[in-house]
């Protein structure tokens, strides 16, 4: 079977689920395997178990699978899906993913989870508005080591050192 043929199935809407699978366990080593990632993880009918898969464990996946035309329906299925993937397997994520859209650095900002913030600050591709709604949040006192990255990160807004990093609540005696 030649490249144009499995791109041509594995693009197919009708291809069913199980056969996108095979495509994919199939051809994930080989050279042009990207482009049959990319199909695979665009097309509607990829199961939720791939989909899932693509996006936490493929390189720059996220946000392909993000733009799946099936994804609403599925969030409106389970409006807690992206943030689930974010909150399960965010060390993957943010390994394999340099670049995620600002819609995705939403997502993950919402979920409020340490280790996701932390990668976001770590990250040098956070959009600036992220990084800034990041220093509005941070308790300095609980979190040096994200207020130090956020005062050094590329993307920081001049302003980042000026901004009011949430102080702690005085102690009274």
Same mark, same amino acid.
């Given at each position: 079977?030649?490249?144009?043929?499995?791109l041509e199935k !594995? #693009?197919?809407?009708?291809?069913?689920?199980?056969?996108?699978?095979?495509?994919?366990?199939?051809?994930?080593?080989?050279?042009?395997?990207?482009?049959?990632?990319?199909?695979?993880?665009?097309?509607?009918? #990829? @199961?939720?178990?791939?989909?899932?898969?693509?996006?936490?464990?493929?390189?720059?996946?996220?946000?392909?699978?993000?733009?799946?035309?099936?994804?609403?329906?599925?969030?409106?299925?389970?409006?807690?899906?992206? %943030?689930?993937?974010f909150i399960q @397997?965010?060390?993957?994520?943010?390994?394999?993913?340099?670049?995620? @859209?600002?819609?995705?650095?939403?997502?993950?900002?919402?979920?409020?989870?340490?280790?996701?913030?932390?990668?976001?600050?770590?990250?040098?591709?956070?959009?600036?508005?992220?990084?800034?709604?990041?220093?509005?949040?941070?308790?300095?006192?609980?979190n040096s080591v994200?207020?130090?990255?956020?005062?050094?990160?590329?993307?920081?807004?001049?302003?980042? #050192?000026?901004?009011?990093?949430?102080?702690?609540?005085? !102690? %009274?005696?």
């Amino acid at each position: 079977m030649y490249i144009e043929d499995i791109l041509e199935k !594995a #693009t197919d809407p009708c291809t069913h689920p199980d056969e996108l699978y095979q495509i994919y366990d199939e051809h994930k080593v080989r050279g042009y395997k990207r482009q049959i990632i990319e199909a695979i993880g665009s097309n509607p009918n #990829t @199961s939720l178990e791939l989909l899932e898969y693509l996006f936490t464990k493929e390189p720059n996946m996220a946000d392909i699978v993000f733009d799946n035309p099936v994804m609403p329906l599925l969030i409106l299925e389970d409006p807690l899906l992206v %943030t689930n993937w974010f909150i399960q @397997s965010h060390n993957s994520i943010f390994r394999y993913n340099k670049l995620l @859209s600002l819609e995705l650095q939403n997502i993950a900002l919402r979920t409020e989870n340490r280790d996701i913030i932390l990668h976001l600050v770590e990250s040098k591709t956070t959009a600036p508005s992220i990084i800034e709604e990041i220093a509005k949040r941070v308790n300095i006192a609980q979190n040096s080591v994200i207020a130090n990255l956020l005062k050094k990160h590329p993307n920081a807004p001049e302003n980042i #050192t000026n901004l009011q990093l949430k102080k702690p609540p005085l !102690a %009274t005696v």
